[in-house]
């Protein structure tokens, strides 16, 4: 009878213990760095696309081709745009996604003197592009894999060079309002309506992608009849601070998927409304936008394989800044 009340209160006397340390164990801290979680969920499934191709520093050797579709595909024999020209600054350099398709990296070259002029700014600050080799990205991005799409910032460029330090922390500006349905009159200016015209007004542009609130103003002013562009300007999740322009598929990418194309008239009918119901308004979207870390490479069109292990091509790399007119 002792030896059970022994085994018994032993038990007890561990349970409580237990129980103890539980309770003072530590509260997990949020993830407060996504590169840092990115490299460390990368290191735990290396056979990841977004891990095989991040790990890419050059371009793959090849005829430049799109191949796949914007959010599942890859990208050979990319280029790499300068990250500083006449009209343009490319920020987070440290990501190494100022690469793309040759038709994008000219279409960024010609735009940025356009927009500079229609909007009286000094430039164009530019974010990401792809990596060298496209790809999933581990971080920001769904799309974004062929080397046809660019995030350019509702920012000026500034009338001096940014430091590397500025291109790593300066934010873009956020012109949409803190209820998700106006833009910000703090922010926003007519020079954005002539900076996203002329993105939409370009042949080989596909689609600009704005924040609804963003679309909803442009309905609103944009009432002339010379507005068979707007049609390209597509409301989706998040794009408050930034446009995100997308390239049609190229001549000389047989294995480039094209987005089907979109909907007749300007967008500025009932169909817009469904943005700004509760249930997409209080969709919270991630400081890192989505990813495609999840994807396989057997998930990739197979000819992603051997863009991925082809050898590198340095001389597609920029080797010179272009902030002197030429």
Not at 100 to 124: N, Y
Not at 185 to 211: C, G, H, M, Y
């Amino acid at each position: 009878m002792n030896k059970r009340l022994t085994v018994a209160m032993a038990f007890s006397v561990a349970l409580i213990c237990a129980a103890a340390a539980k309770s003072t164990a530590p509260v997990p801290l949020p993830r407060s760095n996504p590169l840092k979680n990115t490299e460390r969920e990368n290191q735990q499934n290396p056979t990841s696309a977004s891990a095989l191709f991040s790990e890419k520093k050059l371009p793959s050797l090849g005829r430049a081709m799109a191949i796949g579709y914007y959010p599942r595909g890859c990208l050979q024999g990319g280029v790499e745009l300068p990250a500083t020209g006449p009209t343009w600054q490319v920020m987070r350099l440290s990501r190494n996604r100022n690469w793309g398709h040759p038709d994008l990296v000219k279409f960024l070259e010609r735009f940025a003197p356009l927009a500079a002029k229609a909007t009286g700014w000094k430039g164009i600050l530019i974010g990401d592009m792809a990596q060298p080799r496209g790809g999933p990205l581990p971080f920001g991005h769904k799309s974004h894999q062929i080397g046809l799409d660019v995030d350019i910032w509702f920012m000026p460029m500034p009338d001096r060079v940014l430091s590397k330090a500025e291109r790593e922390n300066v934010l873009a500006s956020n012109v949409v309002a803190a209820d998700g349905k106006h833009v910000d009159d703090k922010t926003w200016s007519p020079a954005d309506v002539a900076f996203i015209r002329t993105a939409a007004e370009q042949p080989e542009v596909e689609r600009v992608l704005v924040n609804a609130a963003i679309k909803k103003e442009l309905c609103r002013v944009e009432n002339g009849n010379d507005r068979w562009w707007m049609s390209k300007v597509r409301p989706w999740y998040g794009h408050d601070d930034h446009i995100h322009v997308r390239l049609k598929c190229p001549a000389d990418s047989p294995n480039c998927r094209a987005q089907p194309p979109v909907p007749g008239g300007d967008g500025c009918d009932k169909s817009l409304d469904h943005w700004f119901t509760d249930s997409i308004l209080r969709i919270k979207i991630p400081e890192f936008g989505g990813s495609s870390a999840g994807l396989k490479l057997k998930d990739l069109p197979a000819a992603c394989t051997a863009v991925l292990n082809a050898p590198a091509n340095p001389a597609s790399a920029a080797t010179e800044d272009r902030s002197q007119p030429r």
